[in-house]
Nanobody
Framework: QVQLVESGGGLVQPGGSLRLSCAASGSTLDNYPVAWFRQAPGKEREGLSC????????YYEDSVKGRFTISRDSAKNIVYLDMNSLKPEDTAVYYC?????????????????????????????WGQGTQVTVSS
């Protein structure tokens, strides 16, 4: 069973940058979908970005497209989320997650159609989260 541990959160000023890391143990993530989520106080947990496999293309939700970048280091079994141009509304607890089945999409069908959505219900293993606070 895979264990995930996030790190890299902290306090940053608006416009600043942070790199979050998600270190995996117990299993290699290369062939499994991985995703980053966040949850702000009083709000639902929302998917931000995902990759189906280590060599697959990345997907981003509109809220972070162009500002956040997901990447993997297969040798270290770590998934990163590089966050730039941070805004106060990015303040949340950030989580990484992976699915229990390899070689499948990181997206789930969306009721509204389109390419799909990063659905919380589709992810089986989660880290404990890391707090990101964007404030001056």
């Amino acid at each position: 069973q895979v264990q995930l541990v996030e790190s890299g959160g902290g306090l940053v000023q608006p416009g600043g940058s942070l790199r979050l890391s998600c270190a995996a143990s117990g299993s290699t993530l290369d062939n499994y979908p991985v995703a980053w989520f966040r949850q702000a106080p009083g709000k639902e947990r929302e998917g931000l970005s995902c990759m189906p496999t280590a060599s697959g293309g990345a997907y981003y939700e509109d809220s972070v497209k162009g500002r956040f970048t997901i990447s993997r280091d297969s040798a270290k079994n770590i998934v990163y989320l590089d966050m730039n141009s941070l805004k106060p509304e990015d303040t949340a607890v950030y989580y990484c997650a992976t699915r229990g089945t390899p070689f499948i999409s990181c997206l789930s069908p969306s009721p509204s159609g389109g390419v799909g959505t990063i659905a919380r219900r589709s992810y089986d293993y989660w880290g404990q989260g890391t707090q990101v606070t964007v404030s001056s």
